[in-house]
């Protein structure tokens, strides 16, 4: 082999490199760019599905429905708190001292429905037993009970963690 033709190869390998690296590099910035549109899809399926659940379960007074919600995998924790709407009593101390940025939130605005630690939502018309309820898991079943102008909602089997 002549000395300019191994400085050939090389240079082919050292081409083919950088190109398998732009591919690789691109690869993984689409993929990462899906999951994230999937998980943003995800999160908006939720709020609708369970702003559609309490709209309708307001409206018929007395009935109980089981409301299953599934949130994205990272959501590691799922809080409901009563609406400020509501004449629904908070303990806003056991709230302030067991989930301190639930309680930020939830004292500055209007939201109630929290997707720890990626989102949080508005629910209007939303009474909690004992003022509010966390279950640490991204699926949970909730009992919805229509009570006219609101709804009572509580975990379906779960129990409510502090």
């Not at 398998?20 to 943003?40: C, E, P, T, V």
């Not at 009935?63 to 809080?79: G, L, N, R």
């Not at 001292?97 to 939130?105: A, D, L």
């Amino acid at each position: 082999m002549k000395k300019g033709q191994i400085i050939g190869e090389v240079m082919i390998f050292i081409i083919a490199a950088v190109v398998f690296l732009l591919i690789i590099g691109y690869g993984y910035k689409a993929i990462n760019s899906l999951m994230d549109k999937q998980q943003q899809a995800s999160l908006i399926e939720v709020k609708s599905s369970t702003q559609a659940v309490i709209d309708r379960m307001k409206q018929n007074y007395g009935s109980v429905d089981q409301f299953t919600m599934t949130a994205p995998s990272s959501v590691k924790e799922i809080c409901f708190v009563s609406s400020k709407d509501s004449a629904f009593a908070v303990d806003t101390q056991a709230l302030e001292s067991y989930r301190p940025q639930v309680f930020r939130e939830w004292s500055t605005g209007a939201k109630n429905l929290f997707l720890s630690p990626i989102e949080s939502y508005d629910m209007p018309n939303v009474r909690v037993e004992n003022g509010f309820c966390c279950v640490q898991s991204s699926k949970v079943s909730w009992r919805v009970e229509g009570k006219g102008a609101y709804v009572s909602i509580r975990p379906w089997e779960l129990e409510c963690n502090l």
